[in-house]
């Protein structure tokens, strides 16, 4: 293997675990604030794709702009869906209700929406791929290896975000009261903390990076309405690698994973995720609660 | 004991309608001569038994979305004995069954350690996972399947050709799955998983090994998924990754949310015959099943949280309540 390979590879890993990092932090931070494991996910990354491309291609808006345009369109599906839905399944649960009845209704609600949300987009685009030139095109050459300057674009990019939502959790009152709630709802409320608008900033904030991965992905790969289902799994994969309710844990995850699949596909094709999920169990063997997290119940 | 004859009168009910469905279901044959009719129901009891196995393991407080993973390895391992090694299915459903199991309980014995989220997760990507292995590992056939599933051999003067036949089989193995299930729920086995339901710790300083019985459940409703997919091989005479992936997994949570959580036998039974047949009666645009499938899922939970048998009785004690205090008035 040359130098080159090697590289471009470990870009390549990188910039797939980059997408996975947003899309984990946005999963994590939903089933840490809210407790929602939320299926639905993929849908909203599938939105802010095809988000994406409505703004850039079809009504000619500038790249960046259309990007926070896209973030903030998964704000409102986020906090709509949290207000229509999970908000009210939430708020009958008592203190008593069953930790799996709480855990399956919240997850069957989102199995519900992923479905309506899968479809819906399939009938409202149709099937065929949708494609976006590169918006970057230029190639960045070093000696030997050629790297796109997109994909180191992306690469940066999501460590920006890492740092913003960073800054958010541990700098602000906002990040504060995520933290309280997601420790406990009941000690926040004493705190005067209004537990039911803190749930739905972290659904929408977790959809809203959701969506802002989809559409960095667009101009590099085509936008289709089953890319949703399909990194659902991976994001899952990131998930529990990482560490359930592990901030750390997602990054170090979506950098592994991504890597591994990078590599994997290269020399060993299509059966690599096999390989994957092999590693994943056992690590989990060794690891319960994924390599920085805790186990939760 | 005024209770107890009250229990009694009420098992007697429960027993003269259980024989009656029973003797419905038996005759139902007679009626149907419709091929396509049939067919429905050997795929809604199909769906029954997958429905039940998901809801041995909610009676346990696991939450699996990998029954069809179970449901594949059992209509996988059936093929393979019978395709390859030349066994009859008679030989093959046991033995498939007992595959499955054992599959189970490797499989169990690692993510049954971490109830919750992250036994809900991997399970579903363990169902992920065994669709591509069956999908890109040559040996399993392939994406394509594998076709040419053997049919069952002829028991005594029973020949397995017609859809009867495979009714009157499938009947029985359901019936022999609902019995065998009821008998684990009523027992101490049973009792110990609803405490474990109920609060894990609390069952915990009883002195239940809560790995141990969670593991158990896993292993049961697993093999019972293996045996359904069994019978689904040799019936269908051909299996493709497809069909095992995709929604599968969603639906089958579906029968049992929907026909009522809390009833472990009749509620996936409910559910699973309605999912079965509404769509067909509706003829529906397939492209809008999913959707309505969704907003369904919604309508449930947000406002029938019991499924369709916990509103009935929850209606059913309203009124007999309000019965009572209206008494207390007069």
């Known amino acids: 293997m040359t130098t080159a390979l090697f590289i471009q590879l470990v870009v390549n890993g990188l910039v797939k675990g980059s997408t996975f990092i947003l899309i984990v932090l946005g999963l994590d931070i939903i089933l840490r604030g809210t407790k929602i494991l ?25 790249f960046l702009l259309s990007l926070v345009l896209s973030g903030l369109a998964l704000v409102l599906v986020g906090a709509l869906s949290y207000l229509s839905v999970f908000g009210v399944v939430q708020r009958r649960f008592t203190a008593t209700t069953p930790f799996t009845y709480r855990l399956l209704m919240s997850a069957m609600a989102s199995v519900g929406l992923m479905l309506i949300l899968q479809q819906g987009t399939l009938i409202a685009f149709g099937t065929a791929e949708r494609g976006m030139p590169s918006i970057f095109p230029q190639i960045i050459t070093f000696g030997d290896v050629r790297l796109s300057l997109e994909k180191i674009l992306i690469i940066l990019f999501s460590m920006f975000i890492c740092f913003g939502l960073y800054l958010l959790m541990y700098k602000t009152k906002l990040g504060l009261a995520m933290r309280t709630v997601s420790f406990d709802p009941e000690i926040a409320s004493l705190q005067g903390i209004n537990s039911f608008w803190i749930f739905m900033i972290c659904f929408a904030l977790g959809s809203a990076l959701a969506g802002v991965a989809g559409g960095v992905i667009a101009p590099v790969f085509a936008v289709t309405p089953t890319m949703g289902t399909h990194i659902i799994f991976t994001a899952f994969l990131v998930l529990l690698v990482g560490g359930i309710g592990s901030y750390k844990g997602a990054i170090l995850g979506g950098v592994l994973v991504g890597l ?38 | 004991m005024g209770k107890s004859l009250i229990n009694r009168k009420m098992s007697k009910n429960r027993l003269i309608f259980g024989g009656m469905v029973l003797a419905a279901l038996v005759l139902l044959p007679l009626a149907v001569k419709n091929a396509y009719m049939l067919h429905l129901f050997i795929m809604a009891f199909i769906g029954i038994v997958l429905g039940m196995t998901f809801s041995m393991l909610f009676s346990a407080g696991l939450i699996t979305l990998g029954a069809g993973a179970f449901y594949a390895i059992g209509a996988y391992g059936s093929t393979l004995l019978s395709t390859r090694l030349g066994l009859s299915f008679w030989a093959a459903l046991p033995l498939s069954t007992l595959i499955t199991g054992i599959v189970a309980l ?77 008998a684990l729920y009523t027992s101490r086995i049973g009792r110990i998983w609803r405490a474990i339901k109920l609060s894990p710790p609390l069952a915990e300083t009883l002195g239940i090994n809560l790995y141990r019985y969670r593991l158990l459940a896993f292993v049961i409703a697993s093999s019972a998924a293996g045996m359904a997919g069994s019978f689904y091989a040799h019936y269908f005479q051909m299996i493709t990754p497809e069909a095992f992936g995709g929604w599968l997994s969603i639906y089958i949570q579906l029968y049992a949310v929907l026909g009522g959580l809390e009833f472990y036998i009749l509620g996936p039974a409910i559910g699973a015959v309605i999912m079965t047949f509404v769509p067909e009666y509706l003829r529906i645009a397939k492209e809008m099943e999913p959707i309505i499938t969704g907003v369904f899922l919604l309508v449930i939970i947000l406002f029938f949280s019991g499924g369709i048998l916990g509103t009935l009785q929850r209606f059913w004690t309203a009124k007999k309540t309000s019965v009572l205090s209206g008494k207390e008035q007069l």
């Open chain 1, 38 to 62: 939320n299926f639905a996910h993929g849908q909203f990354y599938m939105l802010g794709a095809y988000t994406l491309f409505m703004f850039c291609r079809l009504w000619h808006v500038n």
């Open chain 1, 260 to 297: 591994a699949l990078s590599f994997g596909f290269h020399f060993l094709g299509g059966i690599s995720e096999l390989f994957v999920f092999v590693f994943v169990i056992i690590i989990l063997i060794f690891k319960p609660g994924g390599i920085l997290g805790e186990v939760l119940d």
């Open chain 2, 106 to 182: 490797a499989i169990g014995s690692i993510i049954v350690r971490h109830p919750g989220m992250a036994f809900t997760i991997i399970s579903l990507l363990f169902a992920h996972v065994v669709i591509q292995a069956a999908g890109q590992i040559e040996f399993f056939g392939g994406w394509g399947g594998i076709i040419g599933v053997e049919r069952p051999d002829p028991l005594g003067p029973i020949q397995f050709t017609t859809k009867t036949s495979f009714y009157y089989l499938i009947l029985f193995l359901l019936l022999l799955t609902a019995l065998v299930f009821h």
